[in-house]
């Protein structure tokens, strides 16, 4: 069965940075598409980033211009690189891919004003 494990997230103060990992068994991201999802506080789950197997991104107007999304060194992971962090970005952070898979744990990303 295939799983995701995020990790990366922290507490970072308005304006930083942080890499966010994402380790999925069983999957070929130079295939399949890798998603990137956020859910904060009493909010549903958000469409964050996206690349296709052929490289083509999108992401969501909110964080246009301040995160990348990227292939990992393996087949099977993947990373969100975040800058210029807002408190508005602080949220438990998913990646999965398409058509949708079992979540993982997520991680948690806070963003101190």
């Known amino acids: 069965q295939v799983q995701f494990v995020e990790s990366g997230g922290g507490l970072v103060q308005r304006g930083g940075s942080l890499r966010l990992s994402c380790d999925a068994s069983?999957?070929?991201?130079?295939?399949?598409?890798i998603y990137w999802y956020r859910q904060a506080p009493e909010k549903s789950r958000a469409f964050v980033a996206s690349?296709?197997?052929?490289?083509?991104?999108t992401y969501a107007p909110s964080v246009k211009g301040r995160f990348a999304i990227s292939r990992g060194g393996a087949k099977n992971s993947a990373y969100l690189q975040m800058d210029n962090l807002e408190p508005e970005d602080t949220a438990v952070y998913y990646c999965?891919?398409?058509?949708?898979?079992?979540w993982g744990q997520g991680t948690q990303v806070i963003v101190s004003s």
């Open positions: 069983e999957i070929d991201f130079d295939i399949r598409p």
């Open positions: 690349m296709t197997g052929y490289g083509l991104t």
């Open positions: 999965n891919s398409r058509p949708p898979l079992p």
